[in-house]
């Protein structure tokens, strides 16, 4: 009799467990990982950086939210007209929505944040230009990867627009300042228990 017990409270325990986690990855939070090469690799190099985001799983299979983080891009020296330009290297923290579309529980996904791309670090493009760095632009980082509840693998474009601001003219030759890196990420959900 006290076996049986035992396990009827055991299996009660289990059972509620699954269904508390089931509940709280409805809201999670995403801390992950990124890094990729510069595109077109103007100005920078490569960049590397952390994601963080708070998801809300509006459906099963829909999931909106906020999203943040740092990237921090590698300037690298480029010839231009003549000159070599040492370029600074530059961070990138986005302020963004995040969209979501997952057609199965676990498998491919599809997705991208939008907003707002602060760009912080040295005041001017290159140590020898004398151009003065955006400060920002119109941030959208679109990606596709292969999920399951834990985990979101994905190949990533990241991108701040900042039109012809931090374009560098040397003789007849220029640089376009460029904040985009494409490349591949890795992020961890936990969930919050803030199911319904």
């Known amino acids: ?82 000159t070599t330009l040492n370029n600074n290297d530059f961070g990138v923290v986005p302020v963004a929505a995040l969209v979501r579309y997952y057609p199965k529980a676990e498998g491919i996904y599809i997705g991208t944040d939008l907003g707002y791309g602060v760009i912080t670090g040295d005041a001017d493009v290159a140590s020898n230009a004398g151009v003065a760095r955006p400060d920002g632009g119109f941030y959208l980082k679109p990606e596709v990867g292969y999920h399951n509840r834990n985990w979101n693998i994905f190949a990533h474009y990241s991108k701040v627009f900042t039109g012809d601001k931090g374009t560098v003219n040397v003789g007849n030759g220029s640089q376009k300042y460029n904040a985009g890196i494409i490349g591949v990420g890795l992020a961890y959900n936990i969930g919050l228990g803030l199911g319904r």
């Open 1 to 82: 009799m006290k076996t049986r017990k035992a396990i009827f409270i055991g299996a009660a325990m289990i059972f509620s467990t699954m269904v508390a986690q089931a509940q709280s990855m409805k809201n999670m939070i995403k801390i992950g990982a990124l890094a990729g090469a510069s595109v077109p690799s103007n100005n920078a190099g490569a960049g590397a950086g952390l994601d963080l985001a708070y998801q809300n799983l509006v459906t099963p299979n829909f999931g909106l939210g906020i999203a943040t983080g740092y990237q921090h891009h590698f300037g690298k020296d480029n010839e231009v007209g003549g």
